[in-house]
C-alpha cells in the first residue's frame, strides 16, 4: 500500500475541515486548479464530508468534487487527481 503524502491537495483539505478552518478549502482548491493552468471559475468546487476508515490518522475523509459550470464533464484526469492521496 502506498504511502500517504501529507502534503497532497486532499490531506490539506481534510487538515482545515479538522482544523475548522473549512474557509480556506476552497481558495486551497483554486490556487490548486491555478496551478495546473485551468481557470477556478469555470468550476464550481464541492466538499463532501465522511467518516474515515478504519485504522486513518484522521476523523474525517473529505472528498472534493469539481463541476464545470458550462455543464460539460469534468474530466477524468482532473477529478482522480484532486483526490490523490500519494
Not at 34 to 50: A, G, M, S, V, W
Request: proline share 8%; aromatic share 10%; hydrophobic share 35%.
Amino acid at each position: 500500500m502506498p504511502r500517504l503524502d501529507p502534503y497532497t491537495l486532499r490531506m490539506q483539505i481534510i487538515r482545515l475541515f479538522e482544523n475548522k478552518q473549512s474557509f480556506f478549502a476552497t481558495i486551497k482548491v483554486q490556487d490548486w486548479l491555478k496551478e495546473r493552468q485551468l481557470d477556478p471559475n469555470n468550476y464550481e468546487i464541492l466538499f463532501h464530508e465522511k467518516p474515515a476508515p478504519p485504522g486513518s490518522i484522521h476523523v474525517i475523509d473529505i472528498e472534493i468534487e469539481l463541476r464545470r459550470k458550462d455543464g460539460e464533464p469534468v474530466e477524468d484526469w482532473l477529478q482522480d487527481d484532486v483526490n490523490s492521496c500519494v
